[in-house]
């Protein structure tokens, strides 16, 4: 009779586990894992010519990436909400005067590519900073 009881809590046991798994993998039934964060893609390029530029560090939602050679970038896990683009461009460029923010959207699972490019200018162009008193 020790025997069955072992054997009986054993299966207790295995139904427990069994229940557990189960219920871990119920989702939306697309068999892709479901998730909070999504992914922010654009490009930067500069103001005056066009060009593409890389080594631009772009933030979003508190992940960061460096733009590519091709002033690309794309940020995966960032969190699913309204986030705001922070642009930090090496010393020499900086964003236009009176550029507004960039708010971006991210849903679950996807990408959310920026409708234009976030443009930037060489700080040689900027016009001179007023007089402080």
């Not at 894992?33 to 922010?40: L, R």
């Not at 508190?62 to 970038?73: A, E, Q």
């Not at 460029?93 to 699972?109: E, H, K, R, S, T």
């Amino acid at each position: 009779m020790r025997r069955s009881k072992s054997w009986s809590g054993l299966f207790a046991l295995s139904v427990a586990v069994l229940v557990a798994v189960m219920a871990g993998c119920s989702g939306s039934g697309s068999g892709a894992p479901v998730t909070n964060t999504g992914s922010v893609a654009g490009e930067v390029s500069d103001l005056t010519s066009g060009a593409k530029l890389g080594g631009v560090k772009i933030t979003v939602g508190g992940r960061s990436v460096v733009t590519d050679t091709n002033g690309r970038f794309r940020i995966d896990g960032v969190p699913v909400g309204t986030h705001k683009v922070i642009v930090e461009p090496p010393d020499f460029l900086a964003l236009p005067p009176g550029a507004p923010d960039i708010n971006v959207q991210v849903q679950a699972n996807q990408v959310t590519t920026l409708p234009g490019e976030i443009v930037l200018i060489d700080r040689q162009f900027l016009p001179p900073a007023p007089p402080t008193t």
